[in-house]
T-cell receptor, first 120, second 114 residues
Framework: AQKITQTQPGMFVQEKEAVTLDCTYDTSDPSYGLFWYKQPSSGEMIFLIYQGSYDQQNATEGRYSLNFQKARKSANLVISASQLGDSAMYFCAMREDLLPGGGGADGLTFGKGTHLIIQP | DAGVIQSPRHEVTEMGQEVTLRCKPISGHNSLFWYRQTMMRGLELLIYFNNNVPIDDSGMPEDRFSAKMPNASFSTLKIQPSEPRDSAVYFC????????????FGPGTRLTVT
C-alpha cells in the first residue's frame, strides 16, 4: 500500500492565484513528520516546509503553509500568491520516527509528485 | 555554507562497468541518505547511515549495490557490475538525527548505463 498519495499529477494555475497541492499519508506510528520538497527543472531537491505529528499548529514558511488534518491523514501544501518561479515538481514525503516523541533519523518515503505550472 | 556535495554530476558508462558515486554531507550532520529517482519508480530510499553506521539497507536493489561511510564527511555508493536499468538520478542527503531534522539534498548524479 502506498504510504504517500498525491492525486494531482499535474496542475495549471494562473499567476498570483493560491494553489493547494494534495497529499494524504498512511501510517500507524503515532510519531511522524511530513515534508514538502520542490524540484525545479534543474533537478535539485529544495526543502520547503515540515509538520510534526504532534504539532498543534499548522506550519507556515513565507508563502508556504501546510494544511494538516491529522484525523483525515492529509497534509496539503498551500502556496499563496503564486509566482512563475513556483513552476516545478512538488513532492510530499513522510518520515516515521524511530523514537517515541520524535527523534532518530529515518529515511523519507516520497509521493509520486505533482507537476505545477504557473501561467502568466 | 557548503551544502551536500556529490560527484560526479554526470556519469555515462557501459554495461558491466563499475560505477562509484561520492557524497560529502553537510558538516555536523550525523545522518546520511542515498536515494534514487527514476520516472517509473519515483524517489526511493536506498540506504541510510547514522553516525557512519548503516542503519537500513533494505532499499538497496540487489547485491550489485554497496555503500560505505568510512568517516563523517564521506560516503560512496558503488554499483558493480552496472546495468542499463540502473540509469537514474542518485541523490545523497544529510540531516541531524534530532529536532526537525529536514534532509538537505545534494545536486544529484545523473547515471546513464548504455
Amino acid at each position: 500500500a502506498q504510504k504517500i498519495t498525491q492525486t494531482q499529477p499535474g496542475m495549471f494555475v494562473q499567476e498570483k492565484e493560491a494553489v493547494t497541492l494534495d497529499c494524504t499519508y498512511d501510517t500507524s506510528d503515532p510519531s511522524y513528520g511530513l515534508f514538502w520538497y520542490k524540484q525545479p527543472s534543474s533537478g535539485e531537491m529544495i526543502f520547503l516546509i515540515y509538520q510534526g505529528s504532534y504539532d498543534q499548529q499548522n506550519a507556515t514558511e513565507g508563502r508556504y503553509s501546510l494544511n494538516f488534518q491529522k484525523a483525515r491523514k492529509s497534509a496539503n501544501l498551500v502556496i499563496s500568491a503564486s509566482q512563475l518561479g513556483d513552476s516545478a515538481m512538488y513532492f510530499c514525503a513522510m518520515r516515521e520516527d524511530l523514537l517515541p516523541g520524535g527523534g532518530g533519523a529515518d529515511g523519507l518515503t516520497f509521493g509520486k509528485g505533482t507537476h505545477l505550472i504557473i501561467q502568466p | 555554507d557548503a551544502g551536500v556535495i556529490q560527484s560526479p554530476r554526470h556519469e555515462v558508462t557501459e554495461m558491466g562497468q563499475e560505477v562509484t558515486l561520492r557524497c560529502k554531507p553537510i558538516s555536523g550532520h550525523n545522518s546520511l541518505f542515498w536515494y534514487r529517482q527514476t520516472m517509473m519508480r519515483g524517489l526511493e530510499l536506498l540506504i541510510y547511515f547514522n553516525n557512519n553506521v548503516p542503519i537500513d539497507d533494505s532499499g538497496m536493489p540487489e547485491d550489485r549495490f554497496s555503500a560505505k561511510m568510512p568517516n563523517a564527511s564521506f560516503s560512496t555508493l558503488k554499483i558493480q557490475p552496472s546495468e542499463p536499468r540502473d540509469s537514474a538520478v542518485y541523490f545523497c542527503a544529510s540531516s541531524f538525527d534530532r529536532g526537525v531534522y529536514e534532509q538537505y539534498f545534494g545536486p544529484g548524479t545523473r547515471l546513464t548505463v548504455t
